[in-house]
């Protein structure tokens, strides 16, 4: 699997677009890169995947660039309710009969201040 | 659509007594089954991923183990708790792909 680096926390305001990026260096040919949020006393949510260039939908955008060693996770207009964990996660499909490890690494805390 | 049950929600249990976690996954079949274990302020813990019945993988030697007696039911379990096992407790099931869904977790304390 391969390794993902993400900064600690992130402080943003109300209305701003924050920028969440993940380092994976070693990712591989087969690997996709995904994205979850989790709020205190939950477990995480799945916000989007993708495998190159860009993919949006309702909630957010990701960016990844052609090379693939990292990926930014993109949160337009942030509001208070947006503060959580978000956790960058890169691995291939399974193989039929296994499983995805599905390890998460330490995450990014996003604090949005009022 | 597919749903994850995880139960109990909170529990508190003296050091060394047994300790038994359920979760069920509905509205789908042969999922992957994960247990992850979240230390307070931590990152989450893989603990074990089952790929059907009878077939489960540790990822970590410690005082738990886990079972999955029916395609869609994976269970958690110690023989007798120690302190160091508090923590949340998360269940999930994973799409193919990379793609997975948590229990809303349970809250175990050992006193």
């Known amino acids: 699997l391969a390794k993902t680096t993400q900064p600690i926390s992130m402080d943003s305001y109300e209305g701003q677009e924050v920028n969440i990026t993940c380092s994976h260096n070693?990712?591989?040919?087969?690997?996709?890169i995904t994205w979850y949020q989790q709020f205190p006393s939950q477990g995480p949510r799945f916000i989007i995947q993708?495998?190159?260039t860009k993919v949006t939908n309702e909630v957010a955008s990701l960016f990844i660039p052609a090379d693939r060693k990292s990926s930014t996770l993109s949160l337009p207009r942030v509001s208070l309710s947006d503060t959580a964990v978000y956790y960058c996660?890169?691995?291939?499909?399974?193989?039929?009969?296994?499983?995805?490890?599905?390890?998460f690494g330490s995450g990014t805390q996003l604090t949005v201040l009022p | 659509s597919q749903t994850i049950h995880q139960w109990p929600a909170t529990l508190v249990q003296p050091v060394g007594s047994p300790l038994s976690l359920e979760c069920t996954v509905e509205?789908?079949?042969?999922?992957?089954l994960y247990w992850y274990r979240q230390a307070a302020g931590r990152g989450l813990q893989l603990l074990f991923y089952?790929?059907?019945?009878?077939?489960i993988s540790s990822e970590v030697p410690q005082n738990l183990s886990a079972s999955r007696p029916q395609d869609r039911q994976f269970i958690l379990s110690s023989k007798k708790l120690l302190l160091s096992d508090s923590g949340f407790y998360l269940c999930?099931?994973?799409?193919?792909?990379?793609?997975?869904?948590f229990g809303q977790g349970t809250r175990l304390t050992v006193v």
């Open positions: 089952s790929v059907g019945i009878g077939q």
């Open positions: 999930a099931w994973g799409e193919q792909g990379f793609r997975a869904f």
């Open positions: 509205g789908t079949s042969n999922p992957n």
């Open positions: 996660l890169v691995g291939d499909k399974p193989l039929s009969g296994s499983a995805r490890q599905l390890t």
């Open positions: 070693n990712i591989a040919t087969n690997d996709y």
């Open positions: 993708g495998y190159k």
